[in-house]
Structure formats: structure tokens, C-alpha cells
């Protein structure tokens, strides 16, 4: 097949040759098919001579049959005010451009003295875009408005270090646990310890979690215990299930149900409603010690937890049957997680591998990005109140922001430059 011949094909897409009859001759194709051969066989060639210069005078010297194609009528012209014909329903939904995650900190921050045990939660990110961090025996706060840096308490030696830190729902007040076994309420807007709980727990609070007017601290002692922070007489409920350190504790989105992870690898959902004396499931699969505890915002009964160092499997479960969804292992302790608000995704933090940040993508599992910088195991990690921003802190005396789950709806501001020591203005820890 020639050029010409190819584009002309390909111009109008023909897969088949359909006869048609408008163009055809009948009588003289039946006159070719049947008595022209006849005439042929029997007759003399000067006959045939004759009859050959007779069909070319009278145009009956054709070959062709069947007519394969000819010219398409035109359209009808539409009415007026007749409107086109509406297209055909999309078969695909419109494609939606991937974002782009930048796979390193927007900003770096220098945290001296963080304690560098996997066992403590020393972030937290409060609703008033406040982040507080607990570095040795002092809380400092971070203000993510205008950057600005305070030392909210320091405690003496013998009380410390500070093994806990959490915000309340309104922003303001700021839950301490001590080594010392004591949980201190802080008012961070007048610098001023409110409250102190002692005798509750017989060692350390590693582990602190807030429900409206209730805070639930987790200690070493295994405990866990319900404090209404309204009244004078405190402690209003408990749970018993854990017979080594409370290292994670978190409340539903419902506040219904509380989830807690201890060093005995075992996972508890308690029912706030089924009283104090028995768990709602007792969820058996890990192998280390279970930190890393997240609520799916999308799916109230689904949670998320990571396994320690000799685990490093992060399991979902259904709280509502206590079945283990689904089970991933990759390679290395988890710190802690953390759901996207926006997209169908998780982040998890690590240690003893590569010390990194994963991004993935639920519930396929499918890595979406993994974010380096720390030269040690991620600590903590604390998410901003718009969603967007993660802040993690690791072993290697860091404080790193990541712009992982998106952009503010807000206007965009431009990402400032990196600051280091940015509590150079408290003189303790210069």
C-alpha cells in the first residue's frame, strides 16, 4: 500500500468494504456476468473488434462491478433554536494531577536534650497552632504563628525529665507527666501550673491522652486512670489489662472508645460506656512494644497500630468485632501514625533502619513517599491543627516540619528559611 493509499485509510478509519448499491449497474453487471462471456466464447473476432469499439463509443468498456464507496450526503441543518446533540457520558472520570510532596523539611529546628526513649510521647501540637516539645527537665513552646519561642515550666532534677506532654481540646491548657510519677496542668497563656496529681501512678507517666474534661495518663507501672481535672476528687475510673508500661494511649474521635498499647505488646479497646473493669477487645498480633496508635477520621471503628523494633508491623483493626484487617511489615519499629484529613492516607514514623517518615496510600498499602532527614530513630511526631504540617522529632536532637498531607485552603505563604537553635534566646539550654 502506497503513502496516499495508508492516510487515506487512516483518515476515515475504514475496517470493512460494504457495497454500495446506490452506484451500481445492475443490468450491466448482469449482462458482464452472464451473456458477456457467452459472447465472447462464440463470436468472431471481427465481431468481437466491432463490439469492442461499440462499448467504448458507448462507455460499456467498464470492469469495476461493485462501487465501494461514494461521497456521504451532508448533515441536515438543525431547526432553529435546536440544540446539538449531547455527547456521549464519560466513561472515566476526569484525571486528577498528583500533588506534590516535597521529600524534604520545610524547616529544621535544633531540640538539645530530648530524651531519646521510644517508650515517651514529647510532642504535641495544640489546637491554637501552638506546638509544645519536652526537651530534658523543661516544656518549651514553638508558636507556628509567628515563630516565636517560650519556656512554658522547668522542673528540679529530682522530678525530672519530663517523660509526656499534651495538649487539652481548647488549646490553652498543657498536661506534664513527670518521671517522678506526678501530671501537672499548665496554663500556657499565664505561665501558671494549675493542678497537680500525685500518688496516682507509683512510677513514671509516659502516656497521656485528653477527652473533653477527662485526661487518661498511662504510667510504667501498667495503670491507666481516668482523671476529671473539674472536681478535687480527681480520679473518677481506671483500667486494668497492662501488665508492663502504658506507652500509648488515644481517645476515638467519638470519645466512646480509648485505645492503649503497652511494652507487653498487647493492644486494649476499652468501652467508656462498659465501665472500668473489663477491655472491649484484647487484641493479640504484635510482638514488641505497641506505641503508635491512630483513629481513622473516616472510619470510626478502624485503628491503626505499630509495633517496636522486634515487631515493626503496622496492623488495622475493626473495633467492633476486634478482626485484624489487614498486616504490614516494613523492616523497622513504629513510632508512631498519623491519618491525612483529607486524603485516604496514613504516615507512619521509624527507627533503627533508615530513621524515616512513610507516606502511604489506604488500603492498598502502596508506599506514596518516604521522607529523610533524621540521623536517628523518629521519636514523636505531631500533626497541626489544619492537618497540613507534621512535626517530628528524633534521637538526633531535631525538630523537622514536613509539608506531607497538602496546602492550607488559606492563602499560601511563602515556606521560611531554615532556623537553627531556635530556643537560643533561653539561656539554660543555649
Same mark, same amino acid.
Given at each position: ?239 486494668? !489489662? =497492662?501488665?508492663?508500661? @502504658?506507652?500509648?494511649?488515644?481517645? +476515638?474521635?467519638? /470519645?466512646?472508645?480509648? &485505645? *492503649?498499647? $503497652?511494652? #507487653? ?107 529523610? !532527614? =533524621?540521623?536517628?530513630? @523518629?521519636?514523636?511526631?505531631?500533626? +497541626?491543627?489544619? /492537618?497540613?504540617?507534621? &512535626? *517530628?522529632? $528524633?534521637? #538526633? ?34
Amino acid at each position: 500500500m502506497n503513502g496516499t493509499d495508508s492516510s487515506r485509510v487512516s483518515r476515515h478509519q475504514f475496517d470493512r468494504f460494504i457495497p454500495n448499491r446506490s452506484a451500481m449497474d445492475f443490468d450491466y453487471a448482469h449482462f458482464a456476468l452472464t451473456e458477456g462471456r457467452k459472447v465472447e466464447e462464440c463470436s468472431s473476432p471481427s465481431k468481437l473488434a466491432y463490439r469492442t469499439r461499440l462499448a467504448e463509443t458507448m462507455n460499456l468498456n467498464r470492469s469495476r462491478i461493485l462501487a465501494f464507496r461514494n461521497k456521504p450526503p451532508p448533515p441536515p441543518p438543525l431547526l432553529p433554536g435546536a440544540h446539538s446533540p449531547s455527547p456521549l457520558p464519560q466513561q472515566f472520570k476526569p484525571f486528577k494531577p498528583r500533588r506534590h510532596i516535597p521529600l524534604a523539611p520545610e524547616r529544621t529546628l535544633d531540640a538539645p536534650d530530648i530524651v531519646d526513649d521510644f517508650y515517651l510521647n514529647l510532642l504535641d501540637w495544640g489546637s491554637a497552632n501552638v506546638l509544645a516539645i519536652a526537651l530534658g527537665n523543661s516544656i518549651f513552646l514553638w508558636d507556628a504563628s509567628s515563630s516565636s519561642v517560650s519556656e512554658l515550666m522547668a522542673v528540679d532534677e529530682e522530678k525530672g525529665p519530663v517523660t509526656s506532654v499534651s495538649w487539652a481540646p481548647d488549646g490553652r491548657h498543657v498536661a506534664v507527666g513527670l518521671d517522678c510519677s506526678q501530671v501537672q496542668i499548665w496554663d500556657s497563656e499565664a505561665n501558671r501550673l494549675l493542678r497537680t496529681f500525685s500518688g496516682c501512678h507509683h512510677s513514671r507517666v509516659g502516656s497521656l491522652a485528653w477527652n473533653n474534661h477527662i485526661l487518661t495518663t498511662g504510667g510504667l507501672d501498667g495503670k491507666i486512670i481516668n482523671n476529671d481535672v473539674r472536681v478535687s476528687s480527681h480520679v473518677v475510673g481506671s483500667y486494668k !489489662g =497492662h501488665s508492663l508500661e @502504658v506507652c500509648g494511649l488515644k481517645w +476515638s474521635g467519638s /470519645g466512646q472508645q480509648l &485505645a *492503649s498499647g $503497652g511494652n #507487653d505488646s498487647l493492644v486494649h479497646v476499652w468501652d467508656r460506656c462498659m465501665g472500668s473493669t473489663q477491655w472491649m477487645h484484647r487484641l493479640r498480633g504484635h510482638t514488641a512494644a505497641v506505641k503508635a496508635l491512630a483513629w481513622c477520621p473516616f472510619q470510626s471503628n478502624l485503628l491503626a497500630t505499630g509495633g517496636g523494633g522486634e515487631d515493626g508491623k503496622i496492623k488495622f483493626w475493626n473495633t467492633h468485632t476486634g478482626a485484624c484487617l489487614n498486616s504490614v511489615d516494613n523492616g523497622s519499629q513504629v513510632s508512631c501514625l498519623l491519618w491525612s484529613h483529607r486524603e485516604r492516607e496514613l504516615l507512619s514514623s521509624h527507627g533503627s533502619m533508615q530513621d524515616q517518615l512513610t507516606l502511604w496510600k489506604y488500603p492498598s498499602m502502596v508506599k506514596v513517599a518516604e521522607l529523610s !532527614g =533524621h540521623t536517628s530513630r @523518629v521519636l514523636c511526631m505531631a500533626q +497541626s491543627p489544619d /492537618g497540613c504540617t507534621v &512535626a *517530628s522529632a $528524633g534521637g #538526633d536532637e531535631t525538630l523537622r516540619f514536613w509539608n506531607v498531607f497538602g496546602t492550607p485552603e488559606t492563602a499560601k505563604k511563602p515556606a521560611p528559611d531554615r532556623v537553627h537553635e531556635p530556643f537560643s534566646n533561653v539561656s539554660r539550654i543555649r
